[in-house]
């Protein structure tokens, strides 16, 4: 896994695909400027979240569930996940959390550790889905600065709430886990960004579409067969890209025609060594036997 911060060039290369968004077109004054940000990867910066998102009392009910339907079903109460059973993001986020609650209680954790470590998996999960645009590098240094900043005695800014060991295991823990299957949080908790991307081609005039004239011709009465071929004809003939298809066409039949005359010449050539070797083949044994009758 590799850690580090987004470089510039990587923002860079979001130009082309928030152009569509019309993101980039009056930053100042574009009212979706503020609601095309959130598709850029952003660092976030890492803070104790010890009791952020399970207080004490939630902790206590934590431990008190004994089956797996009990800690489920406390989690969807608690996380507001009541629809998990006909949501399938509900589904996936309470397994997260769940599994999550009897990984802490594998290794120990008691309620500070268990909060503090449930907190961490549901940030770093928050800012994975935070944008369609992949941000994996951006997730594991935040997850990586959220664990030392609860393996540090340095307060105010972090507490040494787990030692060498633990940060170790609950390391390999998110990346065995979260990180391996990180594409598959980011396909199903992320909208999808599509781009339109349109030609202009130099020296050609755009083609100019008249909706009202669509309209109108649309409720008049139906066209005769040979009518609607002439006007398809004519508009073909009209139309700017007409010229530009006729010239790549021609462009093609000519470079196939080249290419098969290769072809053709190569084939014979190699025919032609084929039969001369063919030839001399035939012609060898029987000079050696003519002279063999003469002695």
């Avoid at 409720?219 to 040979?226: D, K």
Wanted: aromatic share 10%.
């Amino acid at each position: 896994m590799v850690i580090g911060n987004a470089s510039p060039a990587k923002c860079l290369s979001v130009v082309q695909l928030l152009k569509s968004q019309g993101c980039l077109s009056g930053l100042g004054s574009n009212p979706n400027t503020k609601n095309c940000q959130r598709f850029i990867p952003r660092p976030h910066k890492a803070k104790i979240c010890m009791w952020k998102y399970l207080d004490v009392h939630s902790m206590d009910l934590i431990n008190k569930a004994a089956t797996t339907d009990e800690l489920k079903s406390l989690l969807s109460r608690l996380l507001d996940l009541q629809d998990f059973e006909s949501n399938p993001r509900s589904t996936i986020l309470l397994d997260l959390y769940f599994y999550t609650i009897q990984f802490c209680r594998e290794q120990g954790f008691n309620r500070e550790q268990t909060s503090a470590f449930f907190s961490i998996v549901k940030d770093v999960h928050e800012a994975c889905v935070e944008t369609p645009l992949p941000n994996v590098e951006e997730c594991y240094s935040y997850f990586s600065e959220l664990v030392f900043c609860h393996s540090i005695r340095r307060p105010p800014f972090s507490i040494d709430l787990f030692n060498q060991n633990q940060l170790v295991r609950l390391t390999d823990y998110m990346i065995n886990t979260y990180f391996r299957h990180y594409k598959l949080y980011k396909y199903v908790f992320t909208p999808q960004v599509r781009l339109d991307i349109s030609f202009t081609y130099i020296g050609m005039p755009e083609p100019e579409f008249k909706f009202e004239e669509v309209a109108a011709e649309e409720s008049e009465a139906a066209l005769s067969p040979l009518q609607e071929d002439v006007d398809e004809t004519a508009i073909a003939e009209e139309s700017p890209t007409a010229v530009l298809r006729e010239y790549i066409a021609n462009q093609l039949t000519q470079e196939l025609t080249m290419l098969r005359l290769s072809v053709d010449q190569r084939l014979k050539a190699t025919e032609d060594q084929f039969n001369a070797k063919l030839l001399q083949l035939e012609k060898g044994p029987g000079k050696g036997g003519a002279k063999g009758k003469k002695k």
